[in-house]
């Protein structure tokens, strides 16, 4: 019973070059969720995304950052022409279908992609 | 903005002694907490949540504690041992109904001495 898994873990980019991150939800889920980490700081929402659909990108910056999930294969986290500033580590979390407002689905972790930008 | 946040970055306990987190919030409408742990290098992990209409809950080892008066939320560790070495994050859940993002607080890096 395979937990979220993301790839590749780290990934190293110079500036100007294209990222893209890979999260494969666990089974059952169809709920996915973008978390951005810089050093000893929380995680910061960026995305959710259902299957084919985007939810929210209220955190996502306006340029250079994409999401999908399609509906077969992972969801992407694709980063345009990254600068040094895109270094951090990048957490997918998936949760089961969204039920009613007052219920709340636990979103568990997948181990991150350390993007570093030279 | 609405925003979470812990009172202190680090803490250090002795192995056995008892651990407690602290975590503010600013969002009064956030009804729903959750505590995780993140370990060196891996993703958070689950610990253990809380509803805004309790003030308690206890898992194994740990209680979460919830003042909605001063909006303030603790995390107890009772005989805290080694393995609990890890940053502790604290997080509200938006109160709005399109998504379920959950918004992080800066952590609170827990050192446990043996």
């Known amino acids: 019973n395979a937990g979220v898994m993301q790839n590749p873990r780290h990934l190293v980019r110079r500036r100007g070059q294209e990222a893209r991150l890979r999260c494969s939800p666990m089974?059952?889920?169809?709920?996915v969720y973008w978390y951005r980490q810089l050093p000893e700081e929380g995680l910061k929402f960026m995305v959710y995304?259902?299957?084919?659909?985007?939810?929210?990108e209220s955190g996502m910056p306006k340029e250079r950052f994409s999401a999908e999930f399609p509906k077969e294969g992972p969801s992407i986290l694709r980063i345009q022409q990254v600068v040094r500033g895109d270094s951090a580590a990048y957490f997918c979390?998936?949760?089961?279908?969204?039920?009613?407002?007052?219920?709340?689905?636990?979103?568990?972790f997948g181990p991150g992609t350390r993007l570093t930008v030279l | 903005g609405e925003s979470v946040g812990l009172h202190l970055p680090t803490l250090s306990v002795q192995e056995g002694d008892n651990s407690i987190i602290n975590c503010a919030y600013s969002?009064?409408?956030?009804?729903?907490f959750i505590w995780y742990k993140q370990e060196s290098g891996k993703g958070p992990q689950f610990i253990i949540d809380?509803?805004?209409?309790?003030d308690k809950r206890q898992g194994q080892r740990v209680t979460v504690l919830l003042n909605k008066t001063v909006k303030h939320l603790s995390l107890q560790i009772a005989a805290t041992q080694p393995g609990d070495s890890a940053v502790y994050f604290c997080?509200?859940?938006?109160?709005?109904?399109?998504?379920?993002?959950?918004?992080f607080g800066t952590g609170t890096s827990l050192t446990v001495i043996p």
């Open positions: 979390a998936s949760s089961r279908r969204q039920g009613p407002r007052n219920t709340n689905n636990e979103q568990f």
């Open positions: 089974k059952g889920h169809s709920h």
């Open positions: 995304l259902q299957k084919e659909n985007i939810i929210d």
């Open positions: 969002n009064s409408a956030s009804d729903y």
């Open positions: 809380i509803r805004s209409n309790m």
């Open positions: 997080a509200e859940k938006a109160p709005w109904d399109t998504g379920n993002q959950f918004y």
